[in-house]
């Protein structure tokens, strides 16, 4: 509230027709502001033994303490706790490597509560239309990498409806999908001609287990994994020889977050571990990769050319995500060795992930 006091006696009136979620990116100053706000803040908090930190939080029958599964690191920065419509949970940042976790997280077998009743229902109509958007909009960005699917394997892990291996089929290439709600399974496989879905793990279904793609894409699913390091080093073994791996999720360095901290659209109900271009990378590098490229995200209306902001707003806002490594998602290419880099990385900034 103070904030927004604060906001109006600063600009007047002069953003208010501009969308919450953009206006922290064209105001002048902001940036800086939310940057040192963040900066305050993880300086201020305390920093606990996990011991410690323990007798702090009650633990649920489905829920387990964690320590940094980037880097091992047991103490605790407690940070947020976000709610919402019957649910709530403690957000810990790592004080080493600067992770942001769900602690207590969730117990591996006991993921299946999170989506339990209805998670398929919304992923329909016009929900439908603006995820295929942004899919279009980030394979584009890693052009030529989705240009032309011929002859090649694609793997999309946690597939839902089939939103994407619609889109995937559509440009060629050898699809198929998995994910571990049967009825979601179902529906894609009823929207789908040549691409195929399957339930289960990818261990579970021999033709994936067998490995030999060229791209594994991961949709809004790398912040729902509990044990995402045994996941990454399973796609990296199911990688071909030059192959590539596809990463949309929430970007935990995004302006909203230091803005508007546990009221900010990542935290939702099922997401449990929240990364950075860092902390993605050290998964990456743990997990034998070779290389990583990044896409920042301006928002699917700036890049779609749909949004109401006028030509130099638009330009302040992408400087400003540039600057801030800020935007609210997060889009990843990592490259499986030095093949993928030679054949992929041509246009993009690839960074090396040394052992
Ligand atoms: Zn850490």
Redesign the pocket.
Same mark, same amino acid.
């Given at each position: 509230m103070a904030y927004r006091l604060l906001g109006r006696l600063v600009y007047g009136s002069r953003y208010d027709r501009i969308p919450w979620a953009q206006r922290v990116y064209v105001r002048p100053g902001e940036r800086l502001v939310r940057e040192a706000q963040w900066q305050l803040l993880t300086t201020r908090a305390p920093v606990m033994e996990l011991t410690d930190y323990r007798r702090l939080r009650p633990l649920k029958a489905n829920e387990e303490f964690l320590a @940094?599964m980037? @880097?091992g690191?047991s103490r605790q920065q407690p940070l947020f706790e976000p709610s919402g419509n019957g649910w709530h949970y403690h957000v810990v940042r @790592?004080p080493? @490597?600067g992770?942001l976790y769900r602690n207590p997280n969730i117990l591996p077998e006991r993921l299946g509560d999170l989506y339990a009743t209805g998670y398929n229902s919304f992923l329909t109509g016009s929900y439908a239309a603006n995820r295929q958007r942004r899919y279009e909009l980030t394979m584009n960005a890693f052009s030529p990498v989705f240009d032309e699917g011929k002859g090649r394997r694609l793997l999309d892990f946690g597939s839902g409806a089939g939103l994407f291996l619609e889109l995937a089929e559509r440009r060629g290439f050898d699809a198929c999908g998995v994910d571990l709600s049967p009825e979601s399974v179902a529906r894609a496989n009823e929207r789908l001609s040549r691409a195929r879905a399957y339930f289960g793990a990818p261990e579970d279904v021999p033709e994936i287990a067998a490995g030999g793609f060229d791209v594994i894409t991961l949709w809004s699913v790398l912040a729902h994994l509990p044990r995402p390091l045994d996941d990454f080093r399973g796609f990296r073994r199911l990688l071909a020889p030059g192959g590539v791996l596809l990463i949309l999720t929430v970007n935990a360095q995004s302006l909203l977050l230091k803005a508007y901290g546990p009221a900010w659209s990542g935290f939702t109900r099922n997401h449990l571990m929240f990364y950075s271009s860092w902390t993605v990378r050290t998964l990456l590098r743990r997990a034998g990769f070779a290389g990583v490229a990044f896409a920042p995200h301006y928002g699917d209306t700036v890049e779609a050319g749909t949004t109401a902001l006028t030509r130099p707003l638009r330009r302040r806002l992408r400087r400003t995500v540039d600057l801030s490594d800020g935007g609210n998602m997060m889009r990843v290419l990592a490259f499986a060795d030095e093949e993928a880099i030679g054949r992929w990385g041509g246009a993009l900034t690839v960074h090396r992930l040394s052992r």
């Amino acid at each position: 509230m103070a904030y927004r006091l604060l906001g109006r006696l600063v600009y007047g009136s002069r953003y208010d027709r501009i969308p919450w979620a953009q206006r922290v990116y064209v105001r002048p100053g902001e940036r800086l502001v939310r940057e040192a706000q963040w900066q305050l803040l993880t300086t201020r908090a305390p920093v606990m033994e996990l011991t410690d930190y323990r007798r702090l939080r009650p633990l649920k029958a489905n829920e387990e303490f964690l320590a @940094c599964m980037m @880097c091992g690191e047991s103490r605790q920065q407690p940070l947020f706790e976000p709610s919402g419509n019957g649910w709530h949970y403690h957000v810990v940042r @790592c004080p080493s @490597c600067g992770f942001l976790y769900r602690n207590p997280n969730i117990l591996p077998e006991r993921l299946g509560d999170l989506y339990a009743t209805g998670y398929n229902s919304f992923l329909t109509g016009s929900y439908a239309a603006n995820r295929q958007r942004r899919y279009e909009l980030t394979m584009n960005a890693f052009s030529p990498v989705f240009d032309e699917g011929k002859g090649r394997r694609l793997l999309d892990f946690g597939s839902g409806a089939g939103l994407f291996l619609e889109l995937a089929e559509r440009r060629g290439f050898d699809a198929c999908g998995v994910d571990l709600s049967p009825e979601s399974v179902a529906r894609a496989n009823e929207r789908l001609s040549r691409a195929r879905a399957y339930f289960g793990a990818p261990e579970d279904v021999p033709e994936i287990a067998a490995g030999g793609f060229d791209v594994i894409t991961l949709w809004s699913v790398l912040a729902h994994l509990p044990r995402p390091l045994d996941d990454f080093r399973g796609f990296r073994r199911l990688l071909a020889p030059g192959g590539v791996l596809l990463i949309l999720t929430v970007n935990a360095q995004s302006l909203l977050l230091k803005a508007y901290g546990p009221a900010w659209s990542g935290f939702t109900r099922n997401h449990l571990m929240f990364y950075s271009s860092w902390t993605v990378r050290t998964l990456l590098r743990r997990a034998g990769f070779a290389g990583v490229a990044f896409a920042p995200h301006y928002g699917d209306t700036v890049e779609a050319g749909t949004t109401a902001l006028t030509r130099p707003l638009r330009r302040r806002l992408r400087r400003t995500v540039d600057l801030s490594d800020g935007g609210n998602m997060m889009r990843v290419l990592a490259f499986a060795d030095e093949e993928a880099i030679g054949r992929w990385g041509g246009a993009l900034t690839v960074h090396r992930l040394s052992r």
